[in-house]
Structures are given as structure tokens and as C-alpha cells.
């Protein structure tokens, strides 16, 4: 069995698999193929997967004679050759037109964001591992923008007070923005619909900022569910309130598969102190604040508004470190001791993460969502 790692996109500084993660493959039986200059922008050489013992191949060749296709962003082709396994980060929920490419040119395709969170699947979770990356690099990139400290002084020229923090939703990406913004020194408050996170709020030195009311689901795998209007309306109120006495807002909220809900209002933004920054993780469904611009920064009222949506991909050697490890655990699972894909259709892994097969969309959940 070939593996073809992918030279991503402009714009994409993050590698599918860094050379670190070759000889684990290769002890598997495995050829791997790298494209030239895949690794250039996370500052990966070609000599150097070489000398872990891949081989770098034009993208042509690596279309043609590889069995199983990596690359974290969909592949620029119009046609991948039928046969071919793509494993990737399709967003298949909202890329209709990517899944119904991949099934008319008779791709297996897997996506990794559609990773089941559960513990056997945890080391496979993409959408974690860059959550991660995102939360903190929110952080830097608040306290960089910010004209004020994020930790308190106390000098000979005078006391210079903590920054307030807001963090919207606490999952991956806003606990990971708390340590960070306390690490740096800041005064942070949380809020989220699910209070089963509060204990880990506090446990990181979070207040937790809570609406009485809100709707909870056990079966909801960890994830928020749509909230009533009336707890929009009371959450509403108190957000505005937090947000005047805060500094910076990150909002990361998401309820998968769904667009954000928007939290942050334009009222909210002319409230804030001028110079305050609001970094919006949810900006690729349309942001969790009224003004944000996917990819774009807004300034309104002297308050900043950024909404990156591939922040992880501006701190690149972690970022595919943590993601080529995702790639190497999602292989191991998906191949067997001689390396040959072997899948298990009722294994809840495959069945997640598998969206084309046959020259068919197999996804229940994407089936729907289409
Ligand atoms: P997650 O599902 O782990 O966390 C989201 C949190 O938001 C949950 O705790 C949920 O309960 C909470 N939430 C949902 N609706 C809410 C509401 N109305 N009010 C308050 N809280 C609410 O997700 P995550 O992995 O932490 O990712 C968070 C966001 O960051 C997502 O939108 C994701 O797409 C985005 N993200 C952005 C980047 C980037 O570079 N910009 C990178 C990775 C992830």
C-alpha cells in the first residue's frame, strides 16, 4: 500500500505528516510518497523525509500511484482518479459540492473532522487538536492587538490594572484560551450553555458566568444544543454586561453542523471600551459577533474585531505535529498488521468518518445535512 502525503494550498502553512511520522509507516510496509515541497511552510525539507525514508514525487505521480491520498485541506483537483482513498478535512457538512465530487469520481473518502468524540477516538480528533492551537494563539494575538497589559503591574510609575477577559463557550478552543490568557496574567470570565463545564472553568482560575435555564443534552455528545428564546434573551443581557467591563472577547460557541449563534450584538460592540478586541473563532459559520468577516478584521468604534478562521495554521511545526499525529493514529486504526485497508462498516469510527464510498455519499449525517 501507497501513502501520497499532499502539498496544500496557498494560504495553508500545515503539512498532512511531518518526516517524524514516516518511520512509523514504514515499519508498517508502507511506501510513502510526499510531494515536493509539502513540508516547505512548516519548515519540514524534502531531504528531510527523505531521510526518514519517504520518497518526494511530483503531484502527478503521487495522484497516480498512490493508494491512499493526505491532505488537510479538500484537493484542488476537479477529478481525484477513481479508487483513490482521500483521508482529509472535508467539512462535509456544508461542502456539498466537494462530497458530491468525491463520490462522482468514485473516491473513498474520510473526513477526520467527523471524528465521534469519544475516548478510542480521541487521539484521531482533529478538530481538538487545532481547537487547541486556536485558543491559545487567540490569546497572543489579542494581547498583541490590545493598546493595554494583560497582567497587572504595580511599579514606581504608577498601578496599571489586569485586562478583563471574556471567554464565549468553553470547549476545547475557550478552555485552552483561558489557561492561556491566565497564564499571561489577565482577569478571565467564562460563559457557557453547558454548566457541566464549570468545575473546569474554575479548576483553571475562570469565574464561570451563568443563565439560569439552559438546555442540556446527554445525547448530545459533548456538544450545545439551540437554546430557548427566552434564554437567548437573558443571555443576551448579560453578555452586553460582561462585555462593557472586558477588554477582550474570544468567543468560540459552535453547535456543530449548525451556523453560530451570534452572541455579540453591534450595541455590544459600541459598548466596549475603545481599543477593546473581540477575536472570533467561529468565524467560518458566520461568527459568533454581528460584525465579523470571515478572514477579514473589522475595526467598529475603536473596538477590533478578528475573525481568522486558520489561525492554527499560523503556527505551523506544532500544528502538523498535532495533526500528522491525528493523520498516523486515523491510519493505524484504518489498516492491519500488513498494511492493507481493512474496514470495519460497523465500527463507529469508520462509520463517522467515511462520506463517499461506491461511487455513493454513505454518510447519515451528511445524507441529512445535504
Ligand atoms: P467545542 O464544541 O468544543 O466548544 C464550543 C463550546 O461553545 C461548547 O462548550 C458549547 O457548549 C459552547 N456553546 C455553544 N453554543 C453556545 C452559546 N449559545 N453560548 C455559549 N456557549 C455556547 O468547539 P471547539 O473545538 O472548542 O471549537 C470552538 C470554535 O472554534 C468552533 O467554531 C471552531 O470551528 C472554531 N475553531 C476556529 C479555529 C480558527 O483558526 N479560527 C480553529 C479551530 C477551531
Redesign the pocket.
Known sequence: MTIGVLREGDGENRVALLPEHVPFLVKKNLFILVEKDAGKASYAGDREYTEAGATVQTRANILKEADILLSINPPEEDKIPSGKVLVSVLGPLTNKEIVQKLAKSGVTSFSLDMIPRSSRAQSVDV??S??T???YKAVLLAAGTLPNFFPMFMSASGTIRPSRVLI???????LQALATARKLGAVVEV????SA?KEEVMSLGGKFVEVEGAKDEAGAGG??VE?TEEYKRM?GELIQERATQSNVIIT?????GRK??V?IRKETIEAMKPGSVVID?????GGNCELTKNNETVVHNNVTIIG?????STIPSDASKMLGKNFLNFLDLMLDGEGTLNLDVEDDIVQNTCITRNGEIVNERVKGAL
Open positions: 478538530l481538538s487545532m481547537a492551537v486556536a485558543g464565549l463557550g468553553a470547549g476545547v478552543a475557550g460563559f457557557d450553555v453547558r463545564v456538544y450545545a437554546q443571555q468560540t460557541a459552535q453547535i456543530p453560530a449563534p452572541l473563532l467561529a468565524a467560518s459559520t481568522n478562521s486558520n489561525l492554527a
